[in-house]
């Protein structure tokens, strides 16, 4: 029931948002590639192959359970729930556009998952015998993690873009992350196992980029669609205990086996703990008269699990996690309060989400604390071995020391913010060519215009009269049937 | 609120759905059968008894981590979940059905798993030296697999059948399960990982079966509530995203160790995400503004995680996959669009949910991809030890080759189909009996019949009039005393 | 839309509920009081530690996967999802208390894990060596257990207190849990590893005695609040399918690697099972059409998973399991029928979520079940390494024999009950001091209190009149520009 009822021909005069030819081209000839480059690159690797058997036998492997599906994969489903149900309900909170925020998440986390694998395969998987991607669950959870990057860029225009302009975006989204992911985890051999710079910092200044070039100055058209109703809150609470619960699992996915996950885990729990009654306590203190605000519990409360992000997998000491939570409770809470106005009406970025409190801040902060970390590390805390293991001193890395890894851990985050503003700025020039189907100013945040929405009982304008029988809608006949002759 | 409020009488004049005495009945008396049995039959295997210490030491085993439990029990968290949140949530898509959807799904798979146990162990698990089912984390994953049959059958006859019924038709469902299963997969030796064949083609068209011959020709009086809302449409989304989430786990639940369960968790990984965007392309092709359709995207994007079911395990390889979903994303859609209106109007089958898209039509391509797939395996790419573990080449099959294998699996789904048929035109006709409590055509589709439905003051029709006070509900009161005096 | 709107006024002379001061202090005192004595106290164990990777070498560890980390983090991850999620859903069947429901659940479970994993480890994870708390992934499970039995607690208490009550009653609740803890587990040595006493019982009786000291006379004034709606019920169904799903995780989680987790994933399995049926069979038997009631079923059908807790790791039998699930079943309905009235027209005991009905009772039941089933422990059925490693009979216990553990068992009910009773009613004595910000009597149930409740077209009062435009709410507006002209 979007605010054109009665008179759509407006509406569809104001803007053209007709996808139908648009959105099934780019499915299909999109999917088609994607079999194509499969079928020429990707295959499985030796732990996902048949020939495992031998392979096992070969290596003096004692026991199946030591392939890495075991060591992995219940972190992989949990951070394909955080992908999938976690940014899709976190989404929901908006009164009408839950269809649009649970199902084009959907939408571009099954594209871009396809796309990452091959992106990041070129990179990182390449078997240079046969030139071949190979495969196996740590490339599933990298994908999943290369989405969540574009998950969290689509939070900053929810509500305001064509599923077209989505995968459009998504595309180029993950396509720059592989890119920026090689450069500091391969090139500059910084260490960032939950993603901190790599995946928040990119992903949240990539969509606020994009939010920029696509400023709506009237943007107010749409205001009454831009707000929660009390289920609605409910349902975006799903999606913030999802991904606040199985942060942990994020965090520690593709940490070192055995001492790395288990520690990464820990910081995390510990972190994401500490923020939640930072939150309150902001929410709480802003307030007149102190009511809690469900915007910043929905949000806030995740921002510690994106701060430990890249030092998760470091000894950065249980105290340390708190402390990190603690701080970025407050931060995030006290953006949603200050900074997002601030943001929207000085800097002209309208961040649906708030995603500048939840990702970029926190993001930002995690590659900082991740350096002083890096730099702080000692041989006696890590042990000789410890510390080799867990930066992974080896190789062309073997002569590198803690305070210089501090300094390309920074030259990392340096990195995630240039391909994330000036990739964001760019894929923003592209989205704005009027090709797209994007909404008008007075049809933002609405289902009705992407989706077919039922008629619904519940949302029925409860304007009726009972004498002269002025029923302005479909069921006017049912309610006729049982109300008559009261 | 049903249609016959104020005038429950006339209802319940219609058909008696007063199943106070029938429903305990059969409760309490097949739960005590459950005990008995269990009791005479039922035992922990050596890898749950308290025995394992000693027998762990017996054969050598190095670690308690394997232990079966450690190799499977993920995997049966996850598909705990989608049997029981992903089932019942996915058909709370109606408007008042949604008690319905979740409260019976459960009553019949709580039900369901313990008789599958028992069903499956005689079948497959019995210690032939002490007559005794010996059970294990494994035999829990095939029992929820067993159980997953008879929730797709009631996603044909939802809304349009007693739990009396339910139950019984889950009784005979398993039963008839244990019996094709042990066919397909003992005596024709066919492999059967995901259940393409066992699991989804044999639910589909029992349910459809059973529908076809409980068809009710009237059922258009009960109309206005076969739909959706707004908030049951995001319910429903739930169901589907723990659904489509967990499947890679579904389908390497029970596959070999090692590589198996890692290849088919990437199989289905993969075919899944494929189908997202061909149900995206073709729902919205198919409506004149290009709209996207929450039925096709709560349903046909699971279609490439059934049809890649039986393949899963094998070296179908990644882009395989993705053919796999790319094509059953397109023909699931393409059914709701055009195949269900017909199956409904020619062929008198009034499928619900569209289980005839979901799982009948992709559980059969999976069928017969598994058969081509295992026609087409070759000691090159398999390995020969990869070969013979993959299709267990052993003891009595020792000596069958791929190409009489994909005769084989083509075999089994036939069994699946012939069991699916008979068995649900015979249990469809149990279920005709007068007994059963089953709802009047007008009281199909309503959580009234069968649950006490809370005064819901979201769904009282907004039917008031302000000056003289005609407020026909029970808030009436409350709702004066708040506004008098404006 | 509380039952003081436009006398807002007159609401805040009855109590006053602005917590804006107390609850952000209360926050973030405790918050840095925690990173205090994490800073002073907590440290990594040896296998989050990275001095894992010498540990390893110098024990003989042959593989990183034999790591608690993966006997555990699976479980934990389901026990974390019922803690947050399934708990916080469960109570979010009020109307109007869904936000506080889930909102104060996620608070009072954050600060308590923190609290928890600094109490139990000072009882039992003292490195005194060194004077710290050397925690890893058993202690988070331990943590997330001590919360669970607050969380109980606070289901007695649901609506009708403020969050800084709610932050007193977990900061107690935590202490005398670690506390009971220790001599019911370590002192008397008995077993409980799905926590029916240590947890369920403590938890339960904790909230009820603090109830009855809270004992509200006049909550009837807020009686049209302290119901469900349609949509609630839903969501509450997350909570109660989540519990149920993952129960076998919990019972599980810290059980004996290998078998003992195998089979007591497995009895609680079994269970819960059981427990839906008589349930359903109980709710169907005492409604005169015998309807279901959804109370019953989101709460009732987890009793058998409380009630198998202690004797979960025992060799119980499945048939045992079902037994126990089936009473319970019985025993949780009929208490919601006809104990609940009871226990508030006699005993002046409001319990807002049935807690005495899902916790107390099958916590005590479960209790008599560890003490029978210790007792009759016998070597011909546990063997006599089974017997030794599943009670523990070693160092000062080794001489300890089944029927004097089943005694020790016995004594640890005891103790539970105990602690809980009367440390519930010091707390709620605690609680009475009229400084914490309670709700007063018209105001229970109530999100409007503490939370910022957006403005909701669906719970807006449809008292609207079509010819004078007397709308009484700030949808107006909108609402005229839509209709006018009709």
């Not at 081209?25 to 999109?30: G, N, P, R, S, Y």
């Not at 225009?157 to 920026?180: C, D, H, N, R």
């Not at 985890?185 to 790599?198: E, F, P, Q, T």
Request: hydrophobic share 45%; aromatic share 14%; proline share 3%.
């Amino acid at each position: 029931m979007g605010n054109c009822m009665g008179n759509r021909d407006v509406c569809d005069r104001l803007k053209n948002t007709n996808v139908r030819w648009r959105l099934p081209a780019v499915c299909f000839v999109w999917q088609l590639s994607m079999i194509i480059l499969f079928g020429v690159f990707v295959r499985y690797n030796e732990e996902s192959d048949t020939h495992w058997v031998d392979y096992r036998k070969g290596n003096n492997i004692t026991s199946d359970i030591e392939n890495d599906f075991y060591f992995r994969y219940p972190s992989f489903q949990d951070v394909h729930v955080m992908i999938f149900v976690g940014f899709g309900f976190l989404m929901t909170f908006l009164k009408r556009y839950s269809f649009g925020a649970v199902g084009f998440n959907f939408l571009i986390a099954a594209f871009g998952i396809q796309w990452a694998l091959l992106m990041q395969g070129w990179f990182h998987s390449l078997d240079y015998t046969d030139g071949k991607i190979k495969i196996g669950v740590e490339n599933l959870i990298n994908a999943d993690f290369c989405v969540a990057g574009c998950l969290i860029a689509y939070g900053a225009v929810l509500g305001k873009v064509s599923p077209v302009q989505l995968l459009v975006m998504t595309l180029f989204g993950i396509t720059l992350f592989a890119v920026e992911e090689y450069i500091i985890l391969n090139v500059l051999h910084a260490k960032d196992a939950g993603g901190s710079m790599v995946i928040h910092t990119f992903g949240a200044y990539y969509g606020l980029s994009i939010s920029w070039v696509l400023y709506r100055p009237n943007l107010d058209k749409s205001k009454h669609l831009n707000g929660s109703v009390y289920h609605s809150d409910v349902f975006a609470m799903i999606g913030t205990l999802f991904l606040w619960m199985f942060w942990p699992s994020f965090n520690s996915a593709i940490a070192d086996h055995g001492d790395g996950q288990h520690r990464a885990a820990i910081n995390t729990y510990l972190a994401l703990a500490s923020t939640v009654l930072t939150t309150v306590a902001i929410s709480s203190l802003f307030e007149k008269t102190g009511k809690l605000d469900m915007v910043h519990i929905q949000n806030s409360t995740l921002a510690g699990g994106v701060a430990v992000g890249t030092a998760a997998e470091f000894m950065l000491s249980p105290y340390g996690s708190l402390i990190v939570g603690f701080f970025c409770g407050i931060i995030s809470t006290m953006g949603y309060i200050h900074f997002s106005p601030f943001l929207e009406e000085k800097l002209k970025i309208q961040d649906t989400c708030g995603i500048h409190n939840l990702h970029a801040m926190p993001g930002v902060i995690g590659g900082i604390v991740g350096a002083i970390a890096a730099t702080a590390a000692t041989n006696t805390v890590y042990g000789d071995l410890g510390l080799e293991n867990t930066f992974d001193f080896t190789g062309p890395f073997a002569k590198r020391v803690p305070t210089i890894q501090g300094g390309y851990q920074a030259a990392g985050l340096c990195v995630a913010l240039c391909f994330a503003i000036g990739g964001g700025i760019f894929v923003g020039l592209v989205l704005k060519l009027p090709i797209w189907g994007d909404p008008a100013d007075e049809n933002c945040f609405d289902d009705e215009i992407y989706w077919e929405v039922p008629e619904d009982e519940e949302s029925v304008p409860p304007i009726v009269a009972y004498n002269n029988h002025m029923i302005p809608n479909k069921h006017a006949d049912m309610r006729e049937t049982n109300f008559v002759e009261q």
